[in-house]
């Protein structure tokens, strides 16, 4: 028993894929280097088939994810989460993720510390922040620790506060204390961190800007930030 191989056709939209017809319709596409040793009129067994199925099911998978990491890098998780979304089957998405390990597409930590630096440049974030983020974004714990290494708080908070700093001109020190804190605490620093940083930045803006907070403000006797 078995389905003979009517045509061999190169596919219009993806020329390195090549179509494969049994019995006169179609039945699955393959990698042409996968099609390269079959030929019309070669009879295969179900098993073969089956195995062929299932070829052309990881290199399709395998090709929605090269596809998705050509926008930005991803972690495992995240495209495990994707293929499934595509109703690939479990199987199947653990075979393409581990060919895309072997061909060096996907590595958490690589994926972890592209992150971390991406945020430092444009967004930055608090250990905390950046710890909940890798954790959603599957990364293990050992990994996220690892790069987190080296990172200094107090120079990513300052870096955090500069813009909303600009947008708070013209309040009192004591309003402008209390949403910048809170601004910081909300990108994930530790209040240590945030009252070292506002006050670097309130001595900043006093020492360049005389008139950047409110008329006759001051800041004796203000409460410490909570």
Request: one cysteine or more; charged letters at 35%.
């Amino acid at each position: 028993m078995g389905q003979t191989i009517t045509a061999l056709e190169r596919q219009k939209r993806q020329e390195d894929r090549i179509s494969v017809y049994l019995d006169g319709e179609f039945a699955f596409g393959l990698p042409d280097t996968e099609a390269a040793h079959l030929r019309v009129g070669q009879v295969l067994s179900d098993e073969a088939i089956e195995a062929l199925r299932a070829i052309d099911a990881l290199s399709r998978a395998v090709d929605r994810a090269v596809r998705l990491l050509a926008r930005r890098p991803y972690s495992v998780e995240e495209i495990r989460r994707y293929l499934a979304s595509k109703d690939i089957a479990p199987g199947v998405i653990d075979a393409a993720l581990a060919r895309l390990e072997d061909l060096g597409y996907v590595d958490d930590r690589a994926f972890a510390q592209y992150w971390v630096e991406n945020r430092e440049r444009f967004r930055p974030r608090g250990a905390r922040a950046l710890c909940y983020e890798l954790r959603q974004k599957g990364i293990a714990d050992a990994i996220i620790t690892q790069v987190l290494e080296g990172l200094d708080p107090a120079e990513s908070a300052y870096a955090a506060a500069q813009d909303k700093a600009r947008r708070l001109r013209g309040l009192d020190r004591r309003t402008f204390r209390t949403r910048l804190g809170d601004f910081l605490a909300r990108r994930g620093f530790e209040y240590e961190t945030i009252r070292e940083v506002v006050g670097r930045l309130v001595a900043d803006l006093e020492e360049n800007e005389t008139d950047f907070f409110a008329p006759h403000d001051t800041d004796e006797d203000e409460p410490e930030i909570e």
